[in-house]
């Protein structure tokens, strides 16, 4: 039910092989799952104030961005590897799930989406007429 695309994933597992670091670090790191009747996914975006956070859904992608503040200029940083400034994701979702009842949460720099399985992709029993006798055979 859940979609992903990226067409850069080939060639970040062959260099990450070849040169044992990551191409491109994962700026927003996702976890999905189903469970039961819904799709369950979360995003880790530890520091980022939850004013920042803007979600978006056209037909079936949903789109995450986010925003992380940039360094104060006075400091004399010895470490800066954290991503700054605004970011986002796309996460393309099946035709099976009902995008007008994704519910969100934000908490402990986790964000979380709950997307409930459509009615008409859940499985269902049919009844099948034939003379006197009724059968019911699952769909």
Not at 36 to 49: K, N
């Amino acid at each position: 039910m859940l979609m992903r695309t990226d067409p850069f994933r080939d060639l970040d597992r062959f260099t990450q092989q070849v040169f044992g670091t990551a191409a491109r670090p994962a700026v927003m790191p996702m976890d999905a799952w189903r469970d039961g009747d819904e799709f369950l996914v979360e995003f880790d975006l530890p520091g980022i104030d939850p004013k920042s956070l803007d979600l978006d859904i056209e037909r079936n992608v949903v789109t995450v961005k986010a925003a992380r503040p940039e360094l104060d200029s006075g400091r004399s940083m010895i470490a800066a590897e954290r991503p700054r400034g605004v970011f986002s994701r796309q996460l393309f979702l099946g035709e099976g799930l009902d995008t007008d009842h994704i519910r969100a949460d934000y908490t402990d720099g986790v964000l979380r989406l709950a997307i409930p399985v459509a009615e008409k992709a859940k499985p269902r029993k049919i009844e099948i007429d034939h003379g006197e006798r009724r059968q019911a055979i699952d769909a």
